[in-house]
């Protein structure tokens, strides 16, 4: 088999839902499988989804393995050639397996690839192209110098601002979002390391292919990442386990320190999460005690670009959540984007049974501003999907 598509899922059915169907498209033609590791989900995931996707093989786990341990059960269960670390909450053009696959079969020292991820509101996710933490690159993205020279080799490293968005470059961490393994190079440096609950695995395992010889890639692929839809990044545990993976990467790589540099890493790091629990936990406080921003909240509007098929059904949605919104004429499209400029949050709606992921994922890019969010309406399955609203 050429290619095994894992895909660790927790509590977000309904994302995943849509994950699986964008795969089923870009699957065509290739000898692949996927296999979803549930980590105790309680939301039904598994007998919800079973039966719209027969070809998918579900693993049900009785407790939350973790990122790491979960991906590990799946890939030792698997024979393929490459494999694919995928999150749920994730949408993949049609293109982008078939063109992933024949540039590692290309490049033969490659062991890993990534890809170009778009954020819920189109633009590109700093986290497609990563440098490895070292305590330099860690320290001038603590202290602000890496978003003050985003574009510098040396104050930039972090997030590799300096290479072309267009073009596939040699990157030195891979998202874990997606992340494209050839398994010749996964059996000489190891499978992900279990001591990462979540988090840090992807760079740990990033580290490790560098260190035995193979390269990581960027590819300009287009995908969208919602970013931690199974997450609540505002938890006072998403701090804890984020910021433990932190110092469990700099405990294994970084260990052979001087005191005079592990101590002041050490204590940056620890600072860095308390500021973070502080920031979450007054602003807990102020949500408690009633406290809302004098602005007036405008609700957001709703621009449903869709076939005339789904139509209906998309009026029967605007009815029954009363949502502020219209059906795109798309000869008024330039027009409606500079309005977009002067309005509040809008909702981007793409339909796909007019137009292919790959397609929507190019025109949502092409539209991106600070107040657009995309939308997904899946006319199989009567559903339409935002980055924190489902509707049906």
Same mark, same amino acid.
């Given at each position: 088999?050429?290619?095994?598509?894992?895909?660790?899922s927790y509590n977000v059915r309904d994302y995943l839902?849509?994950?699986?169907?964008?795969?089923?498209?870009?699957?065509?033609?290739?000898?692949?499988?996927?296999?979803?590791?549930?980590?105790?989900?309680?939301?039904?995931?598994?007998?919800?989804?079973?039966?719209?996707?027969?070809?998918?093989?579900?693993?049900?786990?009785?407790?939350?393995?973790?990122?790491?341990?979960?991906?590990?059960?799946?890939?030792?269960?698997?024979?393929?050639?490459?494999?694919?670390?995928?999150?749920?909450?994730?949408?993949?053009?049609?293109?982008?397996?078939?063109?992933?696959?024949?540039?590692?079969?290309?490049?033969?020292?490659?062991?890993?690839?990534?890809?170009?991820?778009?954020?819920?509101?189109?633009?590109?996710?700093?986290?497609?192209?990563?440098?490895?933490?070292?305590?330099?690159?860690?320290?001038?993205?603590?202290?602000?110098?890496?978003?003050?020279?985003?574009?510098?080799?040396?104050?930039?490293?972090?997030?590799?601002?300096?290479?072309?968005?267009?073009? *596939?470059?040699? +990157?030195?961490?891979? =998202?874990?979002?997606?992340?494209?393994?050839? %398994?010749?190079?996964? /059996?000489?440096? !190891? &499978?992900?390391?279990?001591?990462?609950?979540?988090?840090?695995?992807?760079?740990?395992?990033?580290?490790?292919?560098?260190?035995?010889?193979?390269?990581?890639?960027?590819?300009?692929?287009?995908?969208?990442?919602?970013?931690?839809?199974?997450?609540?990044?505002?938890?006072?545990?998403?701090?804890?386990?984020?910021?433990?993976?932190?110092?469990?990467?700099?405990?294994?790589?970084?260990?052979?320190?001087?005191?005079?540099?592990?101590?002041?890493?050490?204590?940056?790091?620890?600072?860095?999460?308390?500021?973070?629990?502080?920031?979450?936990?007054?602003?807990?406080?102020?949500?408690?005690l009633g406290f809302v921003s004098?602005?007036?909240?405008?609700? *957001?509007?709703? +621009?449903?670009?869709? =076939?005339?098929?789904?139509?209906?059904?998309? %009026?029967?949605?605007? /009815?029954?959540? !009363? &949502?502020?919104?219209?059906?795109?004429?798309?000869?008024?499209?330039?027009?409606?984007?500079?309005?977009?400029?002067?309005?509040?949050?809008?909702?981007?709606?793409?339909?796909?049974?007019?137009?292919?992921?790959?397609?929507?994922?190019?025109?949502?890019?092409?539209?991106?501003?600070?107040?657009?969010?995309?939308?997904?309406?899946?006319?199989?399955?009567?559903?339409?999907?935002?980055?924190?609203?489902?509707?049906?």
């Amino acid at each position: 088999m050429k290619l095994t598509i894992i895909i660790v899922s927790y509590n977000v059915r309904d994302y995943l839902g849509q994950c699986l169907r964008s795969i089923n498209r870009a699957m065509s033609g290739l000898d692949a499988e996927v296999i979803v590791v549930d980590n105790c989900s309680k939301d039904g995931t598994v007998d919800g989804l079973s039966k719209e996707f027969p070809w998918v093989r579900f693993i049900k786990s009785n407790r939350n393995l973790g990122f790491a341990k979960a991906n590990n059960q799946a890939i030792r269960t698997s024979k393929s050639e490459y494999v694919l670390l995928l999150n749920p909450d994730t949408i993949i053009g049609e293109d982008v397996l078939r063109y992933a696959l024949q540039f590692m079969d290309t490049n033969l020292k490659a062991g890993g690839a990534g890809v170009r991820m778009l954020r819920r509101d189109g633009y590109d996710a700093l986290e497609s192209r990563r440098g490895v933490p070292t305590p330099m690159t860690a320290f001038y993205k603590m202290v602000g110098l890496c978003a003050r020279f985003p574009y510098s080799r040396r104050f930039g490293r972090y997030y590799m601002g300096y290479l072309s968005w267009n073009e *596939p470059s040699k +990157i030195e961490v891979i =998202s874990g979002a997606f992340c494209l393994l050839r %398994r010749e190079a996964l /059996e000489k440096v !190891g &499978l992900l390391d279990e001591d990462f609950f979540m988090y840090g695995e992807d760079i740990d395992l990033s580290y490790r292919l560098l260190k035995g010889g193979w390269d990581n890639w960027y590819l300009p692929l287009r995908i969208l990442h919602y970013k931690g839809e199974s997450t609540q990044k505002t938890s006072f545990r998403y701090v804890h386990v984020f910021y433990e993976a932190m110092f469990i990467f700099l405990r294994k790589h970084y260990g052979h320190l001087s005191v005079f540099l592990g101590i002041p890493i050490r204590f940056g790091i620890l600072f860095k999460a308390i500021g973070t629990l502080i920031t979450t936990w007054w602003h807990k406080l102020r949500a408690g005690l009633g406290f809302v921003s004098k602005h007036k909240v405008v609700d *957001p509007q709703y +621009i449903f670009d869709v =076939s005339e098929e789904s139509k209906p059904q998309c %009026r029967l949605l605007i /009815e029954r959540y !009363g &949502l502020t919104a219209r059906f795109l004429d798309d000869t008024e499209l330039l027009l409606l984007v500079d309005d977009m400029q002067k309005t509040g949050l809008v909702y981007f709606v793409y339909d796909t049974l007019k137009y292919t992921y790959h397609e929507i994922l190019e025109r949502f890019s092409s539209m991106a501003k600070g107040n657009l969010r995309i939308g997904v309406y899946h006319p199989e399955v009567k559903i339409l999907i935002t980055d924190n609203e489902i509707m049906q």
